[in-house]
């Protein structure tokens, strides 16, 4: 009895085992009668690597162009000189100190050049320029504002590259920069040095022969600048000027500073339409936030407008009752945050035309119709 059972067990798994092994051989058979077999003649395409979006060749052609771009934007860097040097150029062997040396950039075809006023001297000084094809000329000082730091220079040519310019409102931190200038002397002219805006809005106190001052509204950088850099471009990677460097902190490494382009914009344009400037004054000196905790004031916690420090005696703001103390938090509507949004808006303006301020005199608040001078 128990080896016909053992019998039928063995029978029944190798049955079992067989239809299995037809199942398995069924399942294989329709599965490979389903797999496409192409063609051999196909073609090949290499991959290319990526970085974000863009294709590793693209970020070289880039690349390429940017240093291209620098290279054309090198032609409208100039030197600049209060001396003149007994050589065909001011770039000789002499050093930065000897001759004054600093930079400048041409802003039109026939001849404006922007810079620091303490490269070039005040309105009507006399300096010396060299192109970056070696031409040399005679300068003059047609613009300036020390307290700004900026001058325009005229020479006799035409048919000059000049640069282009960026809104210097819009600038954001971490964007990519470049300064262009001329940091030591002949060895080192138009170096070029890269960085980062590292920040806006800045505020520094300068104190020059017992005087102490303030620059605002600058923008920070780590690209290099050096002193022989001042008056030179700090741009962007697509050659635009965001701004004109002018100082750098000598106790610390990496933080240079520059005067944003669009304050000077409406007088470049002035003098490229009509070859003319007419300043309008309104007669006041005013600090941002930024500046007043340096300052003995009452009216230390104000959040908008300037605070009137200084206003000119017999001035167009005095005699229209603007006072020291007064914070303007508009002119004609626009916001003022700093004295740089005061006077980017007066160039626009000439003498004889009125202007509209807003004024915060403790609790009062009034309107002021101020008449420009000249």
């Not at 496409?36 to 690349?63: A, F, M, P």
């Not at 000059?160 to 200038?181: C, H, M, P, R, W």
């Not at 002949?186 to 022969?209: D, M, Q, Y």
Request: glycine share 8%; aromatic share 8%.
């Amino acid at each position: 009895m128990r080896k016909k059972k053992s019998g039928k067990k063995k029978i029944i798994i190798t049955t079992i085992t067989l239809i299995l092994l037809w199942l398995l051989g069924f399942y294989l058979y329709v599965t490979y009668n389903n797999i496409e077999i192409y063609d051999s003649n196909y073609t090949t395409q290499k991959t290319q690597s990526t970085i974000g979006e863009q294709t590793v060749e693209k970020v070289e052609e880039e690349s390429k162009k940017v240093s291209d771009i620098i290279e054309e934007t090198i032609e409208s860097v100039v030197g600049i000189s209060k001396l003149k040097n007994a050589g065909t150029s001011i770039f000789s062997e002499s050093t930065e100190s000897q001759l004054g040396l600093g930079t400048g950039v041409i802003v039109t075809d026939n001849g404006y050049i922007l810079s620091n006023e303490h490269v070039t001297g005040s309105k009507y000084s006399k300096c010396y320029v060299t192109l970056e094809n070696g031409k040399n000329y005679n300068g003059t000082v047609v613009w300036s504002d020390s307290s700004i730091d900026l001058s325009i220079v005229k020479i006799d040519a035409n048919n000059l590259k000049y640069v282009q310019f960026a809104d210097s409102d819009n600038i954001k931190i971490g964007e990519t920069v470049y300064a262009i200038g001329n940091p030591i002397g002949f060895e080192f002219r138009r170096t070029v040095t890269s960085g980062i805006i590292s920040a806006k809005n800045r505020t520094i106190k300068l104190k020059e022969e017992n005087l102490q001052s303030y620059m605002t509204d600058l923008i920070q950088t780590d690209a290099t600048i050096n002193p022989g850099n001042s008056g030179g471009p700090l741009i962007y990677p697509n050659g635009q000027v965001i701004g004109i460097n002018t100082v750098k902190i000598s106790s610390a490494e990496g933080i240079g500073f520059a005067i944003p382009i669009n304050i000077v914009k409406p007088i470049i344009e002035s003098y490229k339409n009509t070859g003319n400037f007419e300043e309008a004054k309104i007669g006041i000196y005013a600090y941002d936030k930024e500046v007043i905790p340096y300052l003995e004031t009452s009216n230390s916690a104000f959040q908008e407008g300037i605070y009137v420090t200084e206003v000119t005696k017999n001035g167009p703001a005095e005699t229209a009752g603007v006072k020291q103390g007064d914070i303007i938090t508009q002119i004609n509507d626009v916001a003022l945050n700093t004295m740089n949004d005061l006077r980017e808006y007066i160039y626009t303006k000439k003498p004889n035309d009125e202007v509209t301020l807003k004024i915060n005199r403790g609790k009062i608040k009034k309107d002021i119709i101020v008449k420009l001078g000249r």
